[in-house]
């Protein structure tokens, strides 16, 4: 069940890049004329319009992508509470079923040919009583790219990702740096201490942009040494 390319994008925290980026990757997918779906298979913080239930990371998403899903396979589970999943499931009477999750990707799969599937809050983060978001990650059997939201406190934060995603036998094929927090100090240091450490390559980093775009961020990174990204480089000198 797994389209000809296809990854899970993670992050440090909630709030720190993990829908730019992938609507950044989804962009340079559209682009390039390759049929990209999105996913956020659980969205906590719904509001209504006309009579709708939207989110705006599902709708970033959708916007960025080149193939049209319909809302309920995009994000199964589009909870109306901005909390955790779980604290915002039970608050509507349901249970996340990964099950059901893992059945929708299964028809977006079908439907694109390349899928980028945005995680909830960071990777651990509860999506039943016995289930998780790194669970899911695992039974998805994606490869994973981490954004890091470049703030005091993200090597930690960053480094015990990459170990948790390694635990669940998965891997870290690239990260992200994201400026998150315009006064911190010594930011290529930490951007330096990371690439030392963790085992894939940094992408590139994103600076804290007038609008946060998907195109904007696209032009800062450089996803061609994803395993199975489907767009080239373009070549400097075609001529010759
Ligand atoms: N580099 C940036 N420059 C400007 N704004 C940014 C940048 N990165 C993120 N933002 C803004 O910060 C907010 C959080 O970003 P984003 O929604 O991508 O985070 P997230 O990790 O997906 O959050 P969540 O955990 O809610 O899914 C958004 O309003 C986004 O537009
Ligand atoms: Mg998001």
Not at 22 to 36: D, K, Q, T, V
Not at 52 to 77: G, I, K, M, Q, W
Not at 166 to 189: E, F, T, Y
Not at 204 to 211: D, E, N
Request: glycine share 8%; hydrophobic share 50%; net charge negative.
């Amino acid at each position: 069940m797994t389209a000809s390319c296809a990854y899970f994008v993670t992050g440090t925290d909630t709030d720190i890049g993990k829908t730019l980026v992938a609507s950044a990757m989804l962009h340079n997918l559209a682009e390039n004329r390759i049929r990209a779906a999105g996913m956020k298979p659980v969205a906590a913080g719904a509001f209504l319009r006309d009579g709708v239930l939207h989110n705006d990371d599902a709708d970033a998403l959708a916007a960025a992508a080149s193939v049209s899903l319909p809302p309920e396979l995009a994000t199964p589970y589009l909870l109306r509470e901005p909390a955790s999943p779980h604290i915002a499931a039970a608050l509507e009477g349901i249970e996340i079923d990964p099950r059901h999750i893992l059945a929708c990707y299964d028809r977006v799969v079908e439907m694109a040919d390349a899928v980028v599937v945005e995680g909830v809050g960071g990777f651990r983060v509860p999506l039943n009583d016995s289930f998780d978001a790194a669970d899911l990650a695992q039974q998805l059997g994606l490869p994973v790219i981490m954004v890091v939201g470049l703030r005091l406190g993200c090597l930690s934060h960053a480094l015990l990702t990459a170990e948790a995603i390694a635990a669940r036998g998965l891997k870290l094929v690239g990260w992200v740096g994201n400026v998150v927090d315009l006064a911190m100090q010594h930011g290529i240091a930490n951007v330096e201490t990371l690439s030392a450490r963790l085992q894939a390559p940094l992408l590139g980093c994103v600076p804290r942009l007038p609008a946060a775009l998907p195109a904007a961020a696209a032009a800062h990174l450089d996803f061609s040494s994803l395993p199975g990204w489907p767009v080239k480089p373009a070549s400097r000198n075609p001529q010759q």
